[in-house]
């Protein structure tokens, strides 16, 4: 099955914003020797603007399905394998990036997936977005979610600028 991560002509200003983001990420498969048990461990940096949510998430999805094949790729089973995803996802717990990657789903309809500032269209997943892993934060499930993990002055500012 086909995943294009655009399905619709969209603002040439926002694939050019998208296309210069050089963000990365790093999967590694650990076994430890006696037990032969397996872990995979992955590390991104998402872009760090809070008004290109949809940057953002798209870079998510296209992190996620990746992982996702490199597990596959490496004849792991999904549902079974540990997980650690760590990073800089430069985003709060009430986006649509943290929901994604911690509910296993995005709505079509949801904000993150608005490219408005480059016009009115939207990246077109008609049911919205997906991965299979069973993601869940470490913050959530122990001590509970800070509003951020990035605190400098310039994102918390923009953040102010970008929600009015």
């Given at each position: 099955?086909?995943?294009?991560?655009?399905?619709?002509?969209?603002n040439?200003?926002?694939?050019?914003?998208?296309a210069?983001r050089?963000?990365?990420?790093l999967f590694?498969?650990?076994?430890?020797?006696?037990?032969?048990?397996?872990?995979?461990?992955?590390?991104?940096?998402?872009?760090?603007?809070?008004?290109?949510?949809?940057?953002k998430t798209?870079?998510?999805?296209?992190?996620?399905?990746?992982?996702?094949?490199?597990i596959?790729?490496?004849?792991?089973?999904?549902?079974?394998?540990?997980?650690?995803?760590?990073?800089?996802?430069?985003?709060?717990p009430?986006?649509?990036?943290?929901?994604?990657?911690?509910?296993g789903?995005?709505?079509?309809?949801?904000?993150?997936?608005?490219f408005?500032?480059?016009?009115?269209?939207r990246?077109?997943?008609?049911?919205?977005?997906?991965?299979?892993?069973?993601?869940?934060?470490?913050?959530?499930?122990?001590?509970?979610?800070?509003?951020?993990?990035?605190?400098t002055?310039?994102?918390?500012?923009?953040?102010?600028?970008?929600?009015?």
């Amino acid at each position: 099955m086909k995943d294009p991560i655009f399905t619709q002509r969209i603002n040439s200003k926002f694939l050019f914003n998208f296309a210069k983001r050089d963000h990365v990420a790093l999967f590694c498969l650990f076994e430890e020797n006696q037990t032969r048990k397996q872990v995979v461990v992955a590390n991104t940096h998402l872009y760090w603007r809070p008004e290109h949510t949809a940057i953002k998430t798209i870079q998510a999805k296209m992190l996620l399905k990746s992982l996702q094949q490199f597990i596959e790729q490496n004849k792991l089973d999904i549902e079974e394998t540990p997980v650690v995803l760590c990073g800089d996802f430069n985003s709060q717990p009430s986006s649509g990036v943290y929901n994604f990657i911690v509910s296993g789903e995005l709505d079509s309809q949801s904000p993150d997936l608005t490219f408005d500032d480059y016009g009115t269209q939207r990246v077109a997943w008609e049911r919205g977005i997906q991965h299979k892993l069973d993601l869940k934060s470490a913050y959530g499930n122990t001590i509970g979610e800070p509003w951020t993990t990035n605190h400098t002055s310039t994102f918390w500012l923009a953040g102010k600028v970008a929600s009015g």
